[in-house]
């Protein structure tokens, strides 16, 4: 994991722009057209799928944007973020914001919706890619206190994910359905 980190804060900092743009440009496309698993009759599942895809794809988003930070020297000698806990909340209120962003897009594209509990799981993404940015560059990280970290983040994907697939299935689509 550190190793995907610190090849993200070695890169020249005006290539650092490039690869949030460019997800966040596809993060829009990919709301502008039809679910990808629209056409596939897997039920609950397909549903569940799709709101699982939530955490992941606002989680690289939120990676793709932490080497626009400012860099220190990190754990072992290696190039790392110097995300500070103020900066890890605005970062992951800027992506929470854009989710939000999203979901209104959303909300005026046919055979689409907007969802609240979507938004609450983009934003599940982003904290928890912060949180294991944060421990990563921390001196005393260790695989199993990273192994918690990413647990907790599936864990917490998986129950966002959960949630909205089971109250859009008792409450049906519509506008901005919890």
């Known amino acids: 994991m550190r190793f995907l980190g610190t090849v993200?804060?070695?890169?020249?900092?005006?290539?650092?722009?490039?690869?949030?743009?460019?997800?966040?440009?596809?993060?829009?496309?990919?709301?502008?057209?039809?679910?990808?698993?629209?056409g596939l009759d897997l039920g609950a599942f397909g549903g569940f799928l799709m709101n699982l895809a939530h955490p992941g794809v606002f989680g690289i988003l939120t990676l793709l944007l932490v080497p626009l930070f400012a860099r220190r020297k990190g754990p072992h000698g290696l190039r790392w973020t110097a995300l500070t806990p103020v900066g890890a909340v605005w970062l992951v209120a800027f992506v929470a914001i854009y989710?939000?962003?999203?979901?209104?897009?959303?909300?005026?594209?046919?055979?689409?919706?907007?969802?609240l509990l979507d938004f609450l799981s983009d934003t599940v993404g982003a904290f928890f890619v912060v949180a294991v940015t944060l421990y990563l560059g921390r001196e005393d990280a260790?695989?199993?206190?990273?192994?918690?970290?990413?647990?907790?983040g599936v864990a917490a994907s998986a129950a966002s994910a959960g949630l909205a697939t089971w109250y859009s299935a008792k409450a049906g689509g519509g506008p901005w359905p919890f």
């Open 8 to 38: 993200l804060v070695t890169q020249p900092r005006f290539l650092s722009w490039l690869a949030p743009l460019s997800w966040a440009a596809l993060i829009f496309v990919l709301s502008s057209g039809q679910p990808a698993l629209g």
């Open 99 to 115: 989710g939000f962003t999203d979901e209104v897009h959303q909300s005026t594209v046919e055979g689409r919706d907007a969802s």
């Open 142 to 152: 260790k695989t199993s206190g990273l192994l918690r970290w990413i647990v907790a």
